[in-house]
């Protein structure tokens, strides 16, 4: 079954600005991943985080993960035209030991 | 870090032909994996190639329909079998970095069946 679920679906923000897009998921996991794709082409890793970790940063990415309320957030600071794509997180699940892809956030940063 | 090649990158294909997509990697894998992204969506699981055995299909899908071969490390193809129009999509490989920290994806192959 379908285990990220990210919100919003898209979303459109002017650049500079930050850009915020969160992930829900239903069971216990390994570690959630978040991934870029741009324009219908291959998916770019961006950052991992264990369950044992809240917080982590990569240039201006940062994820948080909330393992009590099954949810992590990736935002971006200071948005940049090639921000735009669609943002994908990814749970790899404990039971079953699948990596399963949420249905993706559209972001689009408007020059 | 690992550099995948798929061919081809696009195909316009009639109802009822088959396609063959080819999946190259640099560098020496065990498992690699088929995924299926129809417009729009997510990306969803088609199967774990394994070299030296039988590929491992998820729910919804069957061999006859989406054949697979594994014949080295650093090689795969996924056949899509008497195509319809539903199966118009974007077709990934990919492959995982040691201790599924990531995955690396090929930049995937634009199915349209008309």
């Known amino acids: 079954s379908q285990q990220g679920e990210e919100d919003p679906q898209a979303l459109s923000i002017q650049e500079g600005e930050n850009a915020t897009m969160n992930c829900s998921y239903k069971?216990?996991?390994?570690?959630l991943q978040w991934y870029r794709q741009n324009s219908g082409r291959g998916l770019v890793h961006l950052i991992l985080i264990r369950s044992n970790e809240r917080e982590k940063h990569s240039g201006r990415l940062r994820v948080t993960l909330d393992t009590s309320k099954k949810s992590s957030s990736l935002l971006i600071t200071a948005s940049r035209a090639a921000d735009t794509a669609s943002y994908f997180c990814a749970t790899d699940a404990q039971e079953d030991d699948k990596i399963i892809f949420g249905k993706g956030t559209r972001l689009h940063i408007l020059p | 870090s690992a550099v995948i090649s798929q061919k081809p990158s696009r195909d316009i294909c009639q109802r009822g032909t088959s396609l063959t997509i080819q999946c190259q990697v640099d560098s020496q894998v065990t498992m690699m994996f088929w995924y299926r992204q129809q417009p729009g969506q997510s990306l969803t699981l088609i199967a774990t190639?394994?070299?030296?055995?039988?590929?491992?299909?998820e729910s919804g899908f069957v061999i006859d329909k989406f054949p697979i071969s594994r014949p080295n490390l650093t090689f795969s193809t996924l056949t899509v079998s008497n195509m319809s129009p539903e199966d118009s999509s974007i077709y990934l490989c990919s492959v995982e970095a040691g201790g599924r920290t990531e995955q690396y994806f090929g930049p995937g192959t634009r199915l349209t069946v008309t």
């Open positions: 069971t216990s996991i390994n570690n």
């Open positions: 190639a394994n070299q030296g055995s039988e590929a491992t299909y």
